[in-house]
Nanobody
């Protein structure tokens, strides 16, 4: 089982940027697919972006394309989500998740992810 800890959330004005980090322990991430999810109050969890073990990324929400970038540094066992041009509707708790590469099928399958962090709050003010 891999343990995940997110950091980097905070309060930012619309148009600003934040970089979220997800540090893993217990397993090396090089053989895992990683994902970022978000959950806003009163809404369902949303699968934002994923990156496979080779570093190929997918953006599962149209509104983040061109603004968010998911990346990974296997040497640091860390995954990142760079968020630019933030909007108030990006306000949510952002969660990092991991799954062994063999279980990963892409954006349409959030249920594939088996290990989760506790989340970090991102608040974008207008």
């Amino acid at each position: 089982q891999v343990q995940l800890v997110e950091s980097g959330g905070g309060l930012v004005q619309a148009g600003g940027s934040l970089r979220l980090s997800c540090a893993a322990s217990g397993r090396t991430l090089s053989s895992y697919a990683m994902g970022w999810f978000r959950q806003a109050p009163g809404k369902e969890r949303e699968f934002v972006a994923s990156i496979n073990w080779r570093g190929v990324n997918n953006y599962c929400v149209d509104s983040v394309k061109g603004r968010f970038t998911i990346s990974r540094d296997n040497a640091k066992n860390t995954v990142y989500l760079q968020m630019n041009s933030l909007l108030p509707e990006d306000t949510a708790v952002y969660l990092c998740a991991a799954t062994p590469a063999s279980y990963y099928r892409g954006c349409g399958y959030p249920e594939d992810f088996r290990s989760w962090g506790q989340g970090t709050q991102v608040t974008v003010s207008s």
